[in-house]
Protein backbone atom coordinates (compact mmCIF):
# COMPACT_ATOMS: atom_id res chain seq x y z
CA UNK A 1 0.00 0.00 0.00
CA UNK A 2 0.85 3.59 -0.61
CA UNK A 3 -0.01 7.11 0.52
CA UNK A 4 0.20 9.99 -1.11
CA UNK A 5 0.16 14.19 0.07
CA UNK A 6 -0.27 16.69 -2.13
CA UNK A 7 0.48 20.49 -1.20
CA UNK A 8 0.62 23.86 -2.88
CA UNK A 9 3.30 26.49 -2.99
CA UNK A 10 3.06 30.15 -1.88
CA UNK A 11 3.68 33.67 -1.84
CA UNK A 12 3.82 35.97 0.77
CA UNK A 13 2.20 38.96 -0.50
CA UNK A 14 3.28 40.94 2.29
CA UNK A 15 4.87 40.95 5.71
CA UNK A 16 7.60 38.54 5.24
CA UNK A 17 10.44 38.61 7.78
CA UNK A 18 8.53 40.93 9.70
CA UNK A 19 6.36 38.06 10.61
CA UNK A 20 9.08 36.50 12.27
CA UNK A 21 9.20 39.33 14.48
CA UNK A 22 5.20 39.33 15.20
CA UNK A 23 3.76 41.18 12.53
CA UNK A 24 0.69 40.42 10.73
CA UNK A 25 1.45 38.56 7.11
CA UNK A 26 -0.54 38.29 3.88
CA UNK A 27 0.35 35.56 1.81
CA UNK A 28 -1.73 33.25 -0.68
CA UNK A 29 -1.38 29.24 -1.61
CA UNK A 30 -0.10 28.85 -5.08
CA UNK A 31 -1.35 26.27 -8.30
CA UNK A 32 1.91 24.97 -8.76
CA UNK A 33 2.44 21.67 -6.39
CA UNK A 34 4.55 19.38 -4.45
CA UNK A 35 3.73 15.98 -4.65
CA UNK A 36 4.50 13.37 -2.29
CA UNK A 37 4.32 9.27 -2.33
CA UNK A 38 5.20 7.00 0.86
CA UNK A 39 4.92 3.08 1.17
CA UNK A 40 6.63 1.23 3.22
CA UNK A 41 10.39 -0.33 2.89
CA UNK A 42 13.16 -2.03 4.29
CA UNK A 43 14.87 1.29 5.12
CA UNK A 44 14.04 5.14 4.94
CA UNK A 45 14.97 6.55 1.39
CA UNK A 46 14.48 9.51 -0.49
CA UNK A 47 13.61 9.16 -4.37
CA UNK A 48 13.08 12.38 -6.01
CA UNK A 49 15.10 13.84 -9.26
CA UNK A 50 15.29 17.11 -7.40
CA UNK A 51 17.11 16.19 -4.16
CA UNK A 52 19.98 14.40 -4.59
CA UNK A 53 20.40 10.70 -3.12
CA UNK A 54 23.16 12.03 -0.49
CA UNK A 55 22.10 15.39 -0.39
CA UNK A 56 21.97 17.29 3.12
CA UNK A 57 18.29 17.93 2.50
CA UNK A 58 17.18 14.45 3.05
CA UNK A 59 17.63 14.92 6.96
CA UNK A 60 14.66 17.75 7.70
CA UNK A 61 12.48 15.08 5.32
CA UNK A 62 13.70 12.22 7.54
CA UNK A 63 13.35 14.45 10.82
CA UNK A 64 9.63 14.74 10.35
CA UNK A 65 9.33 11.23 9.41
CA UNK A 66 11.06 10.18 12.66
CA UNK A 67 8.94 12.39 14.69
CA UNK A 68 5.79 11.08 13.46
CA UNK A 69 6.97 7.27 14.12
CA UNK A 70 7.92 8.16 17.66
CA UNK A 71 4.86 10.37 18.19
CA UNK A 72 2.87 7.55 17.28
CA UNK A 73 4.15 4.49 17.05
CA UNK A 74 4.46 4.16 13.90
CA UNK A 75 7.55 2.39 11.49
CA UNK A 76 10.32 5.09 9.86
CA UNK A 77 10.72 2.91 7.23
CA UNK A 78 9.53 3.74 4.13
CA UNK A 79 10.34 4.94 0.99
CA UNK A 80 9.22 8.61 0.03
CA UNK A 81 9.04 9.78 -3.42
CA UNK A 82 8.74 13.72 -4.22
CA UNK A 83 7.88 15.03 -7.27
CA UNK A 84 7.77 18.52 -7.52
CA UNK A 85 6.57 21.72 -9.69
CA UNK A 86 7.82 24.15 -7.56
CA UNK A 87 11.77 25.98 -8.16
CA UNK A 88 13.88 25.25 -5.11
CA UNK A 89 15.25 28.86 -3.58
CA UNK A 90 12.83 30.69 -5.82
CA UNK A 91 10.87 32.01 -2.42
CA UNK A 92 7.52 29.86 -3.27
CA UNK A 93 7.60 27.89 -0.18
CA UNK A 94 9.19 24.95 -2.02
CA UNK A 95 10.23 22.84 1.35
CA UNK A 96 7.19 23.73 3.45
CA UNK A 97 4.74 22.62 0.35
CA UNK A 98 7.08 18.91 0.76
CA UNK A 99 7.27 18.57 4.48
CA UNK A 100 3.25 19.18 4.50
CA UNK A 101 2.82 16.81 1.50
CA UNK A 102 5.08 13.99 3.37
CA UNK A 103 3.12 14.60 7.01
CA UNK A 104 -0.13 14.45 5.03
CA UNK A 105 0.67 11.17 3.43
CA UNK A 106 2.64 9.58 6.40
CA UNK A 107 -0.86 10.30 8.09
CA UNK A 108 -2.76 8.67 5.24
CA UNK A 109 -0.65 5.55 5.25
CA UNK A 110 -0.92 4.87 9.10
CA UNK A 111 -4.56 6.08 9.05
CA UNK A 112 -3.47 8.69 11.65
CA UNK A 113 -6.65 11.19 10.99
CA UNK A 114 -4.27 14.25 11.83
CA UNK A 115 -5.76 17.78 10.99
CA UNK A 116 -4.49 20.80 9.27
CA UNK A 117 -3.04 22.07 12.47
CA UNK A 118 -1.05 18.77 13.36
CA UNK A 119 0.34 18.22 9.81
CA UNK A 120 1.94 22.16 10.34
CA UNK A 121 3.70 21.75 13.66
CA UNK A 122 5.16 18.20 12.08
CA UNK A 123 6.12 19.81 8.94
CA UNK A 124 7.45 22.49 11.36
CA UNK A 125 9.93 20.27 12.15
CA UNK A 126 11.77 19.73 8.99
CA UNK A 127 11.16 23.41 7.88
CA UNK A 128 13.28 24.78 11.48
CA UNK A 129 16.05 22.35 10.30
CA UNK A 130 16.05 23.94 6.79
CA UNK A 131 15.53 27.59 7.71
CA UNK A 132 16.83 27.96 11.32
CA UNK A 133 13.72 30.60 12.55
CA UNK A 134 10.92 30.36 10.21
CA UNK A 135 7.82 32.30 11.51
CA UNK A 136 5.36 28.79 10.39
CA UNK A 137 3.78 31.05 8.03
CA UNK A 138 5.13 28.89 4.57
CA UNK A 139 3.59 25.20 5.83
CA UNK A 140 0.21 27.41 6.86
CA UNK A 141 -0.49 28.95 4.20
CA UNK A 142 0.59 25.83 1.92
CA UNK A 143 -1.49 23.37 4.38
CA UNK A 144 -5.06 25.46 4.65
CA UNK A 145 -5.01 26.84 1.34
CA UNK A 146 -6.20 30.05 -0.25
CA UNK A 147 -5.33 33.67 0.84
CA UNK A 148 -4.63 34.14 4.74
CA UNK A 149 -3.44 36.41 7.35
CA UNK A 150 -1.05 35.28 9.73
CA UNK A 151 0.56 36.05 12.85
CA UNK A 152 2.90 33.98 15.12
CA UNK A 153 0.81 32.99 18.46
CA UNK A 154 -2.92 34.14 16.55
CA UNK A 155 -5.18 32.16 14.89
CA UNK A 156 -5.28 32.25 11.05
CA UNK A 157 -7.39 34.65 9.45
CA UNK A 158 -9.00 33.85 6.45
CA UNK A 159 -9.41 35.88 3.79
CA UNK A 160 -12.61 35.14 1.10
CA UNK A 161 -12.35 36.03 -2.15
CA UNK A 162 -15.54 36.07 -4.18
CA UNK A 163 -14.11 35.35 -7.79
CA UNK A 164 -10.42 34.30 -8.60
CA UNK A 165 -7.20 37.04 -8.55
CA UNK A 166 -4.18 36.71 -10.34
CA UNK A 167 -0.57 37.23 -9.13
CA UNK A 168 2.23 37.18 -11.57
CA UNK A 169 5.28 35.79 -10.25
CA UNK A 170 8.61 36.20 -11.51
CA UNK A 171 12.10 33.99 -10.69
CA UNK A 172 14.83 36.03 -10.32
CA UNK A 173 17.18 32.84 -11.26
CA UNK A 174 19.05 33.89 -7.95
CA UNK A 175 19.14 31.11 -5.18
CA UNK A 176 19.87 32.23 -1.62
CA UNK A 177 19.51 31.15 2.08
CA UNK A 178 16.25 31.87 4.10
CA UNK A 179 18.35 31.18 7.23
CA UNK A 180 20.83 33.63 6.09
CA UNK A 181 18.26 36.27 5.08
CA UNK A 182 16.47 35.57 8.64
CA UNK A 183 19.88 36.35 10.38
CA UNK A 184 20.32 39.59 8.43
CA UNK A 185 17.18 41.26 9.48
CA UNK A 186 17.81 40.07 12.93
CA UNK A 187 20.99 42.18 12.74
CA UNK A 188 19.04 45.31 11.74
CA UNK A 189 16.33 44.98 14.63
CA UNK A 190 19.87 44.51 17.04
CA UNK A 191 21.40 47.91 15.62
CA UNK A 192 17.86 49.89 15.11
CA UNK A 193 15.58 48.51 17.51
CA UNK A 194 13.34 51.34 17.65
CA UNK A 195 13.27 52.39 14.19
CA UNK A 196 12.41 48.25 13.63
CA UNK A 197 10.18 48.31 15.73
CA UNK A 198 7.88 50.93 14.08
CA UNK A 199 8.69 49.53 10.58
CA UNK A 200 7.47 45.92 11.82
CA UNK A 201 4.18 47.77 13.47
CA UNK A 202 3.52 49.83 9.94
CA UNK A 203 4.37 46.97 7.64
CA UNK A 204 1.60 44.73 9.93
CA UNK A 205 -1.09 47.32 9.43
CA UNK A 206 0.32 47.42 6.12
CA UNK A 207 -0.82 43.67 5.38
CA UNK A 208 -4.13 44.03 7.19
CA UNK A 209 -5.02 46.77 4.69
CA UNK A 210 -3.64 44.79 1.60
CA UNK A 211 -5.80 42.37 2.96
CA UNK A 212 -8.79 44.42 2.52
CA UNK A 213 -7.76 45.14 -0.80
CA UNK A 214 -7.36 41.50 -2.15
CA UNK A 215 -10.46 40.48 -0.63
CA UNK A 216 -12.46 43.35 -2.80
CA UNK A 217 -10.52 43.12 -6.01
CA UNK A 218 -8.82 46.44 -5.50
CA UNK A 219 -5.60 45.32 -7.13
CA UNK A 220 -4.42 49.10 -7.94
CA UNK A 221 -4.69 49.63 -4.56
CA UNK A 222 -2.96 46.00 -3.25
CA UNK A 223 -0.14 46.79 -5.81
CA UNK A 224 0.81 50.65 -4.79
CA UNK A 225 1.06 48.38 -0.84
CA UNK A 226 3.30 45.70 -2.74
CA UNK A 227 5.77 48.51 -3.76
CA UNK A 228 5.92 49.95 -0.41
CA UNK A 229 6.50 46.77 1.85
CA UNK A 230 9.49 46.13 -1.32
CA UNK A 231 11.08 49.43 0.22
CA UNK A 232 10.68 48.51 3.66
CA UNK A 233 12.24 45.10 3.27
CA UNK A 234 15.15 47.14 1.08
CA UNK A 235 15.80 49.30 3.85
CA UNK A 236 16.50 45.71 5.95
CA UNK A 237 19.06 44.77 3.19
CA UNK A 238 17.27 41.85 1.90
CA UNK A 239 16.84 43.33 -1.56
CA UNK A 240 19.32 43.25 -4.55
CA UNK A 241 20.04 45.11 -7.45
CA UNK A 242 18.38 41.88 -9.61
CA UNK A 243 15.00 42.05 -7.32
CA UNK A 244 14.94 46.23 -7.73
CA UNK A 245 15.35 45.97 -11.19
CA UNK A 246 12.76 43.14 -12.02
CA UNK A 247 10.22 45.65 -9.54
CA UNK A 248 11.15 48.78 -11.93
CA UNK A 249 10.59 46.45 -15.08
CA UNK A 250 6.88 45.38 -14.16
CA UNK A 251 6.35 49.13 -13.53
CA UNK A 252 7.60 50.10 -16.96
CA UNK A 253 5.48 47.06 -18.61
CA UNK A 254 2.56 48.86 -16.81
CA UNK A 255 2.04 46.77 -13.45
CA UNK A 256 0.38 47.87 -10.22
CA UNK A 257 2.84 47.55 -8.31
CA UNK A 258 5.64 44.44 -6.63
CA UNK A 259 7.85 43.22 -4.58
CA UNK A 260 10.26 40.32 -3.53
CA UNK A 261 8.62 37.41 -2.02
CA UNK A 262 10.19 35.22 0.34
CA UNK A 263 13.56 35.87 2.31
CA UNK A 264 14.80 37.74 -0.49
CA UNK A 265 18.77 38.23 -1.80
CA UNK A 266 17.18 36.49 -5.04
CA UNK A 267 13.90 33.73 -5.18
CA UNK A 268 10.89 35.21 -6.67
CA UNK A 269 9.43 38.72 -7.24
CA UNK A 270 5.41 39.06 -6.56
CA UNK A 271 2.96 41.40 -8.67
CA UNK A 272 -0.06 42.51 -9.93
CA UNK A 273 -1.11 44.01 -13.02
CA UNK A 274 -4.38 44.97 -14.82
CA UNK A 275 -5.92 42.13 -16.35
CA UNK A 276 -5.05 43.68 -19.96
CA UNK A 277 -1.67 43.70 -19.27
CA UNK A 278 -1.18 40.40 -17.84
CA UNK A 279 -0.21 38.23 -20.91
CA UNK A 280 2.22 41.37 -22.06
CA UNK A 281 3.79 41.64 -18.63
CA UNK A 282 4.71 37.68 -18.68
CA UNK A 283 5.96 38.05 -21.85
CA UNK A 284 7.90 40.75 -21.27
CA UNK A 285 9.64 39.32 -18.04
CA UNK A 286 10.03 36.00 -20.21
CA UNK A 287 11.32 37.60 -22.47
CA UNK A 288 14.34 38.94 -20.40
CA UNK A 289 15.50 35.67 -19.28
CA UNK A 290 13.38 35.54 -15.73
CA UNK A 291 10.98 32.46 -15.52
CA UNK A 292 7.23 33.85 -15.40
CA UNK A 293 3.95 32.90 -14.87
CA UNK A 294 0.57 34.09 -13.47
CA UNK A 295 -1.31 32.67 -10.76
CA UNK A 296 -4.81 32.66 -10.34
CA UNK A 297 -5.69 32.34 -6.65
CA UNK A 298 -7.38 30.88 -4.54
CA UNK A 299 -6.13 27.59 -4.61
CA UNK A 300 -7.05 24.31 -2.66
CA UNK A 301 -4.80 23.31 0.27
CA UNK A 302 -3.20 19.69 1.39
CA UNK A 303 -4.73 17.03 0.31
CA UNK A 304 -3.98 13.37 0.34
CA UNK A 305 -5.03 10.13 -0.63
CA UNK A 306 -4.17 5.66 -0.93
CA UNK A 307 -2.92 4.44 -4.03
CA UNK A 308 -2.66 0.85 -5.17
Given at each position: ?????????????????????????????????????????????????????????????????????????????????????????????????????????????????????????????????????????????????????????????????????TLIISNSGVNRSTKTQIAQVSKAKDRYPGFFSMLADSMSEL??????????????????????????????????????????????????????????????????????????????????????????????????????
Amino acid sequence: MRAVGEAPSKAIITGEHFVVHGAWALAAALPRKVKVEVEPAPAFRVVSERIPGKSPELRPLGRVVEEMAREFSVSPKLKVSVTSEVPAGAGLGSSASTMVALAASVSRLYSLGLGVDEIIRFSMVGEGDIHGRPSGIDPTVCAHGGAVLFRPGSKVKVVPLDSPRTLIISNSGVNRSTKTQIAQVSKAKDRYPGFFSMLADSMSELSLEAAERLRDGDMRGLGRLLTADHAALGSMGVSNGTLDGMVDLFASLGGYGAKLTGAGGGGSVVAVAPKAKEKSIVSGLTARGFETFSAKIPVEGVKSWLGP
